[in-house]
């Protein structure tokens, strides 16, 4: 079974918009992080934002929260007043107590002027 | 500043030949990684290594090798036992102590080699 799912290959939004990335997960381990990484199309991993699994809040970093739903395993990535800078790729990832981090294969965001 | 830094940004080999790809950190981080990406993919494990002069195999390690015999350097060699080399490879370093689970990884700029 897949460790992470990113289910929408490719999004628009409209700039200044809000827009959501699905991200869901598979693990058993009652400890495990979640990552969002921005890839633009020079190919450099940028992390965004981080999410513990015990952890009560979402997290929020400046234009980016992460939406987490414990119970059904999802850890999707909002971003609010999208810029024309926030076109890329964007992938979910998954740490648990090993040593290993999981990628999703990435949803592919365009932001139109 | 602190960062990760990964040489040449470009890289072009001819079949048959060894070639290495650089990777240097000055966070002081334990932890180091190697990935690969191929067009429209996620990012594979190649080899990891969570102190110096000890690292293990990841998902996809046949063809490749590591060495890590400096706490900031984790070059890798491209194989010519590796039968498809061409893509994007990226090097990641991360804390690598305290709870695993919130070990963040950051990444370098990552080196795009091409077979010729």
């Known amino acids: 079974a897949q460790k992470i799912t990113q289910t929408q290959p490719g999004m628009f939004v409209q700039e200044k918009e809000a827009v959501t990335l699905d991200c869901t997960y598979d693990t058993s381990d009652p400890s495990y992080g979640l990552f969002w990484y921005k890839q633009p199309s020079s190919g450099e991993m940028i992390f965004l934002i981080y999410?513990?699994?015990?952890?009560?809040q979402n997290a929020t970093e400046g234009r980016y929260s992460l939406n987490f739903q414990k119970a059904r395993k999802s850890a999707n990535l909002v971003i609010s007043a999208s810029q024309l800078g926030d076109s890329a790729m964007y992938f979910c990832?998954?740490?648990?107590?090993?040593?290993?981090?999981?990628f999703g294969t990435g949803t592919s965001l365009t932001v139109i002027p | 500043d602190g960062g990760i830094t990964q040489s040449p940004k470009y890289l072009f080999r001819k079949e048959g030949q060894n070639v290495t790809l650089s990777c240097e950190q000055n966070l002081n981080h334990d932890a180091m990684y190697w990935y690969r990406q191929d067009p429209g993919q996620g990012l594979r494990l190649i080899y990891y290594s969570q102190i110096v002069n000890d690292f293990q195999k990841g998902d996809i390690a046949e063809g490749y090798s590591v060495s890590r015999e400096k706490k900031e350097s984790f070059p890798l060699t491209v194989t010519s036992a590796q039968k498809n080399p061409t893509a994007f490879y990226l090097c990641?370093?991360?804390?690598?102590?305290?709870?695993?689970?919130?070990?963040?990884?950051?990444f370098g700029p990552g080196t795009r080699l091409t077979v010729l």
């Open positions: 990832a998954m740490r648990e107590t090993g040593n290993q981090f999981y």
């Open positions: 999410q513990g699994s015990y952890d009560q």
């Open positions: 990641a370093s991360s804390i690598g102590s305290g709870s695993p689970w919130t070990d963040t990884q950051y």
